[in-house]
C-alpha cells in the first residue's frame, strides 16, 4: 500500500518538473503556445470528465460555459476598460451563475434530455452572440487584452500549467472527498443514493456549479492569452472534440481525461503536416475524421479509454491482482 | 395607440406575476379538496398570465375538472394577448399591418414544415424501437445531400429529384452498418451503462461523418439546380415557390409511404412490436436484433432523403447537418419522443414558428439568423415543461 503511494507521488512529482523546465527545450514561441493549448483543453476533458464521467451528467454545454467566462471578461474589459485580473473573476463567476441555473433547471431530466437541452442551449448561445453584433461584433469577435503588459508566450505557459495543476488539484480532492462518493453513488443509482440520505438535489447542481466555474475560469484566462473570442469556439464540433479527447484518454479518470486531451491535442498539431523524406503531406481535414474514428473504436473496445488503463496498470499493479484474485472465488462458487 | 409607458411597463410585469401566482397557487387549492392536481399549475400559470385575478378567482372557488380543452383554451387565450402585446409595442411591423404578409409565411412555414418533419420522423422512429437517440441524425441529412449533388455531377441532365432514392438507398447501408457495427453489442448487453455510450457512440460517429465529408469535398458551399425552373406561383393572396412545393409534396409522399409501411406491411407490425416489448416480440417470431438495424436503417434513410430533398433548396456546407439535427432534436422532443404523429405535428409547428418568428421579428435582418433560436426556446420550455411532449407516451 505504501509503495503504491510513493510510486503515485513520485510520478506526479517527476511529471510537474518536467513541464516546469520544459520551456527551456521547446524554444520557440508557436511551439510554447500549442502546449499551453493543450493545458486549456486538458482541464476542459478533466472537468468534462468529473461531469459526465463521475457524475453522469451528459452536458455540451462546456464550451459554452468556457464562452460565457471568455465574452463576460472580454466585454468587461473593452466597454468598461476594467483589467484583465477583474474580467476574469466576474467572468469565472458569470460561468457560474449559468451552471447554477443550468444545473438547478435539469435537475428533472435524464441523460439523453439533459444532453438534447445543454446543446439547445450552447447553439441559442451561439446564434445570439453571432447575431447581436452591435454588442459582440458577430462572428469576428470581440479583441481581449494581455493578461499583463508585455507577457511572453513563457509566461503564457506558466500561467496555464498553473491553472491546470491547481484545477486538477482541486478536482482530485474533490473526486476523493466525500463530494466524489456522493455524485459517484449518484450516478449508479440516484434513488438508492437519495435513500442512503444523500442531498441529490443539492450535489447534483453542485457538480455542474463548480465544472462551470472551473471552465468559465480557464476560458477567460485562456482567451486573455488568445487575444479574441469568436462565436466558432462555442460550435458543437468544439465540444465534440473536448468529449473525444475525455473518452479516449478514459472518462471515468481525471488524470486520463487530461492526459488523453494534452496528447491528443498536441498530436493533431503535429499531424498538421508532415515531412517525410521529402515528401510533404497535408493532412488537413483527415487527421480529425481518422480521430473520430478512433474515438469510436475507443468507444466500442476500450470503454475506460486508451490510458487510463495504461496508468491504472502502472501505478495499481499489486491491488489489481489482488481485487481480481478476491472477485474469482465467489463468482466460480456460484457456477 | 396614446398607451403610456408606465401602463405598458405595468402590463409587462403583470402577466407574470399573477402566473407565478396561479402556477403555485391552484395545484394546492385542488389537492386541498381533494382533486387530482394535475394540469393546475399549467392551467393556473396561463390563466394567471391572461387574465390575472378575472380568471384566477372562477377557477379557485369552483375548481372545474381541468380537461385537455382548459389547457388549450388558456393557451389560446395567451398566444392572442401576446399577439395584442406586440402588435401595441410594434404597431409598423408587417405582421400587424399586412395580413397577406402574415398569410404568406405560414404558407412557407408549412411547406418547409413537411421536410423537417421526414427528417424528425426518420428519429423518432429510431428512438421508438431502439430507445436510442442518434445524435449523428444530422450527418446522415448532410450526407444524403452531398450523395444527391454528386449523382447529379454526373448526370448532368437528370432532374434533382432522381437524387432523392439513391441518397435514402447509400444513407440506409450506411446507417444499417453503423448500426451493426456499433449499437448492436449495447443490445446483446456486452457494454456497461448502454445509455452513455449510445449518445457518445453515435455522436462519434457524426463526427466521423461531418470531417470525412469536410476533408473529402472541402468547406464549399454547393446547390443542385432545382426542381423546377419557375415563377412564383399564385393562388389569392399566397406566392409559392414552385421548388418549394416540390421538396414538400416529396416529403408527404414520403411520409405517407412510411406510415403505410408502419401500419399495413409485416415489417411495420415487427418495427411495432418490438417497440412496445421486445420479448413479447422475440417470443412471437420478430427478432428484435433485426428490426433495431432495420429501424435505424429507415431512420437514417428519412435523413438522408430529407437531405436530398433540400439539397435544391438551400445551400450546402459540411456543417449543415448540426442546426438540422438539433432542428429534429427540437420536433421530436415537441411532439413526444417516439410518437411518429407527433414528429409530424411537432415539424409542422416548427416550420410555423420559424417562418412566424423570423418574419415578424422586429428587427428583420436578424429575424432570420434567429430562425433556428426560435424553435430552440420553444424546446428549452417543452423540456422543463413537459418533457414527455404532445404526443408522447408516458414513462
Keep these: ?335 | 395607440m396614446g398607451l403610456h409607458p408606465t401602463v405598458i411597463v405595468w402590463g409587462l410585469l403583470a402577466g407574470p406575476i399573477w402566473g407565478l401566482i396561479g402556477a403555485w397557487g391552484l395545484p394546492r387549492v385542488y389537492r386541498q379538496k381533494g382533486l387530482g392536481a394535475s394540469g393546475a399549475g399549467t392551467v393556473g400559470a396561463l390563466a394567471g398570465f391572461v387574465a390575472g385575478p378575472l380568471l384566477l378567482a372562477p377557477l379557485w372557488y369552483f375548481t372545474p375538472e381541468l380537461t385537455r380543452r382548459w389547457s388549450v383554451g388558456v393557451a389560446a387565450l395567451a398566444a392572442l394577448e401576446l399577439y395584442t402585446l406586440f402588435a401595441i409595442l410594434y404597431p409598423d411591423n408587417l405582421c400587424v399591418t399586412n395580413r397577406d404578409y402574415v398569410l404568406n409565411q405560414v404558407a412557407s412555414g408549412l411547406t418547409i414544415g413537411f421536410i423537417y418533419a421526414l427528417m424528425a420522423v426518420g428519429l423518432t422512429l429510431i428512438y421508438s424501437v431502439q430507445g436510442v437517440i442518434s445524435f449523428a441524425h444530422g450527418q446522415f441529412y448532410m450526407v444524403g445531400g452531398y450523395v444527391s449533388y454528386y449523382l447529379l455531377q454526373l448526370l448532368t441532365d437528370f432532374n434533382p429529384i432522381i437524387g432523392v432514392p439513391v441518397a435514402g438507398l447509400a444513407t440506409l447501408i450506411i446507417g444499417m452498418a453503423f448500426e451493426r457495427t456499433f449499437l448492436r453489442p449495447m443490445h446483446l448487453g456486452q457494454i456497461e451503462r448502454a445509455g452513455e455510450y449510445a449518445i457518445l457512440v453515435t455522436f462519434g460517429f457524426g463526427f466521423f461523418l461531418e470531417y470525412t465529408t469536410l476533408a473529402a469535398v472541402g468547406p464549399f458551399s454547393q446547390k443542385t439546380g432545382p426542381f423546377i425552373n419557375a415563377g412564383s406561383f399564385v393562388l389569392g393572396p399566397l406566392r409559392l415557390l414552385p421548388n418549394r412545393l416540390v421538396a414538400a409534396a416529396v416529403g408527404i409522399g414520403l411520409i405517407l409511404a412510411l406510415l403505410y409501411l408502419i401500419r399495413y406491411t409485416w415489417l411495420g407490425k415487427g418495427l411495432r412490436a418490438v417497440s412496445q416489448d421486445k420479448q413479447a416480440a422475440a417470443v412471437s417470431g420478430v427478432n428484435p436484433l433485426t428490426m433495431n438495424t432495420l429501424a435505424f436503417g429507415i431512420g437514417t434513410m428519412l435523413a438522408g432523403m430529407s437531405g436530398a430533398t433540400l439539397i435544391p433548396v438551400f445551400t450546402w456546407v459540411p456543417w449543415v447537418g448540426a442546426t438540422a439535427a438539433v432542428r429534429s432534436f427540437v420536433i421530436i422532443v415537441l411532439g413526444g419522443l417516439g410518437a411518429i404523429p407527433g414528429a409530424l405535428f411537432g415539424g409542422l409547428i416548427i416550420g410555423l414558428v420559424q417562418a412566424l418568428g423570423a418574419g415578424c421579428y422586429p428587427d428583420p435582418s436578424k429575424g432570420a439568423a434567429y430562425k433556428e433560436a426560435f424553435g430552440l426556446v420553444i424546446f428549452a420550455l417543452v423540456l422543463l415543461w413537459r418533457p414527455t411532449g404532445l404526443f408522447g407516451r408516458e414513462q
Aim: aromatic letters at 12%.
Design chain 1, 1 to 335: 500500500m505504501m509503495r503504491r503511494i510513493d510510486r503515485r507521488w513520485v510520478a506526479t512529482g517527476i511529471l510537474v518538473v518536467l513541464l516546469l523546465v520544459a520551456p527551456s527545450f521547446l524554444k520557440s514561441s508557436y511551439r510554447l503556445s500549442v502546449v499551453t493549448g493543450g493545458f486549456f483543453y486538458a482541464i476542459l476533458a478533466a472537468s468534462w470528465a468529473l461531469l459526465s464521467g463521475l457524475a453522469g451528467q451528459f452536458s455540451f454545454a462546456h464550451m459554452a460555459l468556457t464562452g460565457i467566462g471568455a465574452y463576460t471578461a472580454a466585454l468587461l474589459g473593452r466597454d468598461l476598460g476594467t483589467s484583465p485580473v477583474t474580467g476574469i473573476i466576474v467572468g469565472t463567476l458569470m460561468a457560474g451563475l449559468v451552471g447554477l441555473i443550468i444545473g438547478t433547471l435539469c435537475l428533472r431530466l435524464r441523460a439523453a434530455y439533459l444532453a438534447l437541452f445543454t446543446i439547445a442551449f450552447s447553439e441559442i448561445l451561439r446564434i445570439a452572440l453571432l447575431t447581436e453584433f452591435q454588442y459582440t461584433e458577430g462572428s469576428n469577435g470581440v479583441q481581449l487584452a494581455s493578461l499583463y503588459p508585455g507577457i511572453t508566450a513563457r509566461g503564457e505557459y506558466y500561467v496555464m500549467l498553473a491553472l491546470l495543476m491547481g484545477t486538477l488539484g482541486l478536482m482530485y480532492w474533490l473526486a476523493g472527498s466525500r463530494f466524489g462518493l456522493f455524485v459517484r453513488a449518484m450516478r449508479e443509482d440516484e434513488e438508492a443514493a437519495a435513500a442512503m440520505g444523500v442531498n441529490v438535489v443539492r450535489y447534483k447542481v453542485l457538480v455542474f456549479v463548480i465544472t462551470s466555474l472551473i471552465v468559465g475560469l480557464c476560458g477567460s484566462v485562456f482567451y486573455h492569452q488568445v487575444g479574441i473570442i469568436t462565436p466558432n469556439t462555442m460550435q458543437l464540433l468544439q465540444m465534440a472534440l473536448v468529449i473525444a479527447y475525455a473518452v479516449i484518454g478514459g472518462i471515468e479518470s481525471l488524470f486520463g481525461a487530461a492526459l488523453g486531451a494534452f496528447l491528443s491535442r498536441i498530436g493533431l498539431e503535429m499531424l498538421r503536416e508532415i515531412n517525410i523524406l521529402g515528401l510533404h503531406i497535408k493532412f488537413g481535414a483527415w487527421r480529425y475524421a481518422a480521430f473520430g474514428l478512433l474515438l469510436m473504436f475507443t468507444l466500442r473496445f476500450a470503454q475506460n479509454g486508451l490510458l487510463y488503463p495504461i496508468i491504472n496498470r502502472f501505478f495499481q499493479q499489486q491491488v489489481r491482482e489482488e481485487t481480481v484474485a478476491k472477485r474469482k472465488e465467489p463468482a466460480e462458487v456460484q457456477a
